[in-house]
């Protein structure tokens, strides 16, 4: 295929309420868009980027810009035999994986079309359904967070992962554990606690934790080892895995029993694969992560889900929890079992919004060939 035309598109959409992590608020998500035509067929991706620097490096501006000034100028215009191959391209690129996997993804999608295959079955998916679990941001008080997380379990969710952070922490996790004893029940500290923090985490150990994501330092892979060796709870790491080389260290120190797999952090569906590979030969269970997508986003999670050795719930849920209307139609739903269907219907199985996309575009751009 031939790529003709690339279109980014940044926009700001409410969220139904804010959601509070360690560190920070979001109220408003910043979503750029890609749509990318090749062969007259048009692909969807979503750079995941946030506003601000605070999760990881980059922000929806940095990956404007690196898409803008490098990543479009090696592609466009480039025949190519396969979504596969959109990573060589990128080669000579240090980081930006959000901006990177922003183009291979949507490419995914023309592929996924031109071969009429559902995309989740073009990247090896092997699933019907996937396992859907929730993600609560911080709360005001255990008890406003104990209401949350019977909201989502009546839902059907089958994991409650809570937002941590010091001085939210302990009396949280205990006030859920003991309201709901035999739950999946998770935390993710995004990086709030340091190595001098271990004998405060060690006493999340009384509760019987799926796991612990990301306590310490968000580039850290060597001292979570030094941390698991000192806590029972496993460790899962989200921000510091970039690609499969992260994942091999991770492994291979004992920084993480567990690796939460985000399509945009580690650069798009074909490092998420080889991290899925790796992961499933090394019985390192895997799960799809979260960065408050669009359904646009979603969908593309959706799909690499479906995969083999994503045995844990993602943070994978209905439109309807983050968005008053979703980019996509028709929203994506969870069943009451807690799972999501995998399209098997061609491409990513669901319709972009189009004019509601463009009703909620703050700034535009398209390139061309010639
Ligand atoms: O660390 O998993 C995270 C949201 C924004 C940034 C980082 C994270 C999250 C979430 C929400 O936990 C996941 C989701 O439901 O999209
Ligand atoms: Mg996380």
Redesign the pocket.
Known sequence: MRIEAITLRKLRVRLKSP?E?SFGITHDRVVLLVELLADGVTGWSEVTA?EGPF?NAETSGTAWFILRDFLIPLVLGKQISSAGDIPQFFSAIRGHEMARAGIENAVWHVESQQKKMPLAQLLGGTRAEINCG??IGLQTSPEVLLEKVAVELRAGYQRI?I?IKPGKDLEYVRAVRKANPDILLSV?A?SAYTLADAAHLQRFDEFNLLMM??PLWWDDIATHAKLQRKIKTPICL?ESIRHARDAETAIELGAAKII?IKLGRVGGHSSAREIQALCLAANIPVWC?????TGVGRIHNIAMSSLPGFSLPG?V?ASKRYWEEDLIDPPVEVTSNGTIRVPTNPGLGYHVRHELVERLTVEKETWRVR
Not at 289 to 293: A, R, T
């Open positions: 959601f992590t946030m999760f929730v993600s992962k937002k993710d995004n994501e990301q989200d939460n992560g979260g960065m408050l997508e943070d849920s």
